[in-house]
């Protein structure tokens, strides 16, 4: 799971880690740690929230977590059941997934996939797992003396809507937007063409430093083009 949150950009990450007890879930962890340094990531402790193992739990958390500057883009939950508090407490806070925030659990649980949005997590095998630990006990009772053995039964990442791509910020509004005070010299360079709201051009005062004359304004999609000029910001004067 963390390498597929990482390939979408996210590099702040929290973790919810909710168990029953501290030798418990610690797989998850190491996981969570080690994705973390292979993308030379440093490891940030306040981003892993110690909890219980209930719905509130999750919750409580996932406040906690949202409430960093900067939040994380990105919460894994050590379990579905946890990330369903996860999920409440994001969509109090009026934030969209997984557009400004992605959310991620473990064991694919049946309730997953009806949430909204639906959840991506990690698909446990357990059944696997079952045949393996059973498989492993009868050989170790034929043969107490056998080695230690250590099975691993892959896991399956099940992607679905709550994980995206790393929130980027908005496009910057090229009009209105320079300070009221710049050092002498400071100059700016619009781009062209510039998209523009919808709206008549009244004049060169409408587009600060582009010549009215080549302006063209087509109502299905309204594109100003004209030549870019250089601004004397200290003035508010095309150069």
């Keep these: 799971m963390m390498e597929h949150l990482l390939d979408l950009g996210h590099r702040r990450i929290g973790f919810v880690f909710g168990v029953a007890g501290p030798p418990l879930g610690q797989e998850r962890l190491l996981a969570y740690q080690q994705g973390l340094q292979s993308a030379g990531v440093m490891d940030d402790a306040s981003l892993v929230e110690h909890c219980g193992v209930t719905l509130e739990d999750g919750y409580r958390a996932a406040q906690r ?84 053995q250590s099975v691993c039964v892959p896991a399956e990442l099940v992607r679905r809507g709550s994980t995206g791509s790393v929130p980027v910020a908005g496009p910057v509004p090229i009009f209105g937007m320079l300070p009221a005070a710049m050092p002498m010299g400071y100059a700016a360079e619009l781009p062209s063409p510039v998209a523009l709201p919808e709206f008549e051009l009244q004049g060169a005062s409408m587009a600060r430093g582009v010549d009215p004359a080549p302006a063209q304004l087509s109502k299905g999609g309204p594109i100003l083009s004209g030549r870019a000029r250089t601004l004397n910001a200290a003035v508010g004067s095309p150069a």
Excluded: K, Q
């Design 65 to 148: 977590l949202l409430d960093h500057s900067p939040r994380p883009t990105a919460i894994l939950v050590i379990n579905d059941l946890l990330a369903i508090g996860v999920l409440r407490a994001i969509n109090e806070r009026g934030l969209r997934i997984p557009d400004e925030i992605s959310v991620a659990g473990f064991d694919d649980i049946a309730m997953t996939r009806y949430l909204s949005p639906p959840l991506t997590t990690v698909r446990v095998h357990a059944e696997e797992v079952g045949r393996t630990a059973m498989r492993l006990c009868f050989e170790r009772m034929r043969d107490p003396e056998r080695p230690l």
